[in-house]
């Protein structure tokens, strides 16, 4: 199953369990963050049961709104007015964002990949301010051995001697070697990068592939062979 028909599904769980629950609901996924929004539904009927319900448990005023988010990986809801809803039916309502966000990030990447809407340089790099780039935080994280069909507009072109004069003092003068840091510091894609490095190892400047384990760069009297 596409992640468009998943999305759907999830879509129309949501709108029945709104319904159920006298709420409606908007999903903004044109912004940062992807929002859930829900509200009391603003019929005459519902409005007048409200009202009989007002000293219940699960009373909700009309002006009431529930909005679901997550922002920075963290799960967030803010409610305004008085929104008294079960703990199940919050938890339901969480669960449906977090499915419908996930499928439509699929769906997005995706599709801009598969029109190659990005390439190269303009592809988003974690910038060095948001993310601490130690040898800690690079333990365990594994380097994807680019596949075949990565980038073919660019397979057969190999950096030029300034990238790998830069990428050799860069390595050599961080002692390490990994995809991130060539692309962060010089400014560079993922195929740029990889191609880059398995120049770098060929010349001798860094040790081979390794999973998971970072390469290692090598010192500069230790011969290209």
């Not at 190999?158 to 004069?165: A, F, G, K, V, Y």
């Not at 692309?183 to 390794?210: H, K, T």
Request: proline content about 5%; glycine content about 6%.
């Amino acid at each position: 199953m596409s992640e468009s028909a998943k999305y759907d599904a999830q879509m129309k769980k949501l709108e029945g369990l709104c319904e159920e629950h006298d709420l409606t609901f908007r999903f903004n996924h044109n912004s940062y963050p992807i929002t859930l929004v829900i509200r009391p539904a603003q019929g005459m009927g519902q409005q007048l049961s409200m009202l009989e319900n007002a000293d219940s448990r699960d009373y909700i005023s009309p002006d009431a709104s529930m909005v679901i988010y997550r922002k920075d990986g963290e799960l967030a809801m803010k409610i305004s007015g008085t929104f008294t809803l079960p703990e199940s039916l919050r938890s339901k309502l969480k669960n449906l964002y977090i499915k419908l966000s996930d499928f439509w990030l699929q769906y997005f990447h995706r599709d801009i990949m598969q029109r190659h809407s990005l390439s190269g340089a303009a592809m988003p790099v974690i910038a060095e301010n948001e993310a601490d780039d130690s040898d800690e935080e690079d333990e365990g994280f594994e380097e994807v051995e680019p596949s075949e069909s990565a980038d073919q507009e660019d397979e057969a072109t190999e950096p030029d001697e300034d990238l790998i004069t830069a990428g050799t003092l860069l390595v050599r003068q961080e002692n390490k070697a990994s995809m991130r840091l060539l692309q962060q510091r010089l400014n560079i894609g993922y195929s740029a990068a990889a191609r880059l490095m398995d120049v770098l190892e060929q010349r001798g400047v860094v040790g081979p592939y390794r999973g998971a384990e970072p390469r290692e760069v090598l010192p500069t009297d230790v011969p290209e062979d």
